[in-house]
């Protein structure tokens, strides 16, 4: 968190504050990826944070820039392409603020885009465990005797909760609607656990949140079921966040191949007997690094014309129809730069060989980074829905949102 956060006003100022951040996380990358949990990436996240990058997003009728899914979409592209654990962290930052931009109240705008602008960042609190499926939440928002609100429950996946300024809880109330509140990250009753231990995107730390008898201001509490109730873009703003994340991990993975080729890789000895002194004389290194470049700029395309497509819808659709456009195109986004993140993961090791295994290049976390993150979501249903559309008009269900 930081006081004196960087404003950023324009496009190229944004992406070329990403591009720094970048520069300072890619360094460390490796060093992350193998701590995990057991480093909480405190000073990666502070240049996050102090880049101004956090309040790219927050409306200028409330004194941000007002910056569009394109910019977002190239800005989290660039920082996953250098970490995209640490490119994850504020992804439910931004969806915060799209929430809060449509549906909060002015004195909760005001309060927290305030933060926001100096550098302070939401975590999230959504998801659970345990649960028939997940919209079977057991958090709840209840009401005291004075008539405050408390919040009981657990939460997993907590994505930048540990080290947020505030957290996004959603929750059941009384009447069993759901709610998001926003709390404080040191309130007494909530804590945030390091139980993160997976295999990829290692360094979001993604673990447990606890709340017991948590406090919550009433002016802090908006209700979330109405935000699903109507034609709205604030999945198709999350999903290109998560398209723009599995694109930079594809693209980072292809810089990564092509250096060591450049670097380190021998030619192999079917290669030399054909001639080959070099990698770069080896036909189907080339022919199979080639038809993985034009993959990842295809992934690449696909994102920008998605977030061209979010752009013109905006933020609130004007109907189910306008939502169904915006969604359907940052499915197609996400489901493809899903696949070729996966399979630049592996094809990095079929072009570069068996000396790319060795741990000290840490290589494959490329691929434990996109195939954790790639089943955030089933790809399947992604297309299922655009074939849908396409073949026989069929809107995908809730008002458009995939």
Same mark, same amino acid.
């Given at each position: 968190?930081?006081? +004196?956060?960087? $404003? ?20 460390? *990358? ?24 956090? &309040? ?6 409330? &004194? ?6 394109? %910019? ?24 915060? *603020? ?38 079977? /939440? ?8 004075? &008539? ?5 429950? #657990?939460?997993?996946?907590? %994505? ?26 040191? !309130? ?15 360094? !979001? ?7 017991? +008898? *948590? ?32 694109? =930079?991990?594809? =693209? ?32 189907? *290194?080339?022919?199979? $690094?080639?038809? /993985?470049? %034009? ?64 741990? #000290? ?42």
């Amino acid at each position: 968190m930081s006081d +004196a956060a960087a $404003y950023l006003d324009s496009h190229d100022e944004a992406v070329a504050a990403a591009s720094r951040v970048a520069g300072k996380l890619l360094p460390g *990358v490796i060093e992350r990826d193998r701590a995990g949990a057991s480093l909480v990436p405190r000073e990666a996240l502070a240049a996050l944070d102090n880049s101004g990058l956090l &309040g790219i997003s927050v409306p200028a009728e409330h &004194g941000g820039p007002g910056l569009g899914p394109r %910019t977002l979409a190239e800005v989290t592209r660039i920082l996953a392409a250098a970490d995209p654990a640490i490119a994850q962290v504020p992804q439910g930052h931004f969806l915060a *603020v799209d929430i809060l931009a449509v549906w909060g109240d002015p004195a909760v705008r005001e309060r927290l885009f305030a933060d926001v602008l100096a550098g302070q960042r939401i975590g999230n609190a959504l998801a659970e465990r345990g649960g028939r499926h997940a919209q079977d /939440l057991t958090t709840r928002l209840t009401t005291d005797a004075a &008539g405050g609100f408390r919040l009981d429950g #657990r939460k997993y996946y907590c %994505t930048g909760a540990l080290t947020a300024s505030w957290i996004a809880v959603s929750a059941l109330d009384d009447e069993g609607r759901l709610r998001l509140a926003f709390v404080a990250r040191h !309130t007494p009753g909530l804590t945030v656990d390091t139980d993160w231990n997976v295999m990829g995107q290692r360094a !979001t730390i993604s673990g447990t949140t606890t709340l017991e +008898a *948590v406090a919550v201001d009433a002016d802090l509490v908006l209700d979330y079921a109405s935000a699903y109730a109507v034609p709205q873009q604030l999945g198709a703003r999350a999903q290109l966040v998560h398209a723009a994340i599995e694109t =930079g991990i594809a =693209g980072g993975t292809l810089r990564d191949t092509r250096a060591y080729l450049r670097e380190r890789a021998r030619p192999s000895s079917e290669a030399v007997r054909s001639g080959a002194d070099s990698v770069a004389g080896d036909p189907h *290194v080339l022919h199979r $690094y080639g038809r /993985l470049a %034009t993959r990842v700029r295809a992934a690449e395309a696909l994102l920008a014309d998605a977030a061209r497509t979010l752009e013109r819808v905006g933020l609130v659709p004007a109907d189910a129809e306008a939502a169904t456009t915006g969604s359907l195109a940052v499915a197609a986004a996400k489901a493809f730069a899903s696949e070729v993140a996966v399979e630049a993961g592996s094809e990095l090791f079929a072009l570069c060989g068996t000396s790319a295994t060795d741990e #000290r290049w840490d290589l494959h976390r490329h691929w434990r980074n996109a195939r954790t993150h790639s089943v955030h979501d089933p790809v399947d249903w992604k297309y299922h829905h655009l074939g849908a559309y396409e073949v026989g008009d069929v809107l995908p269900p809730n008002h458009g949102q995939i």
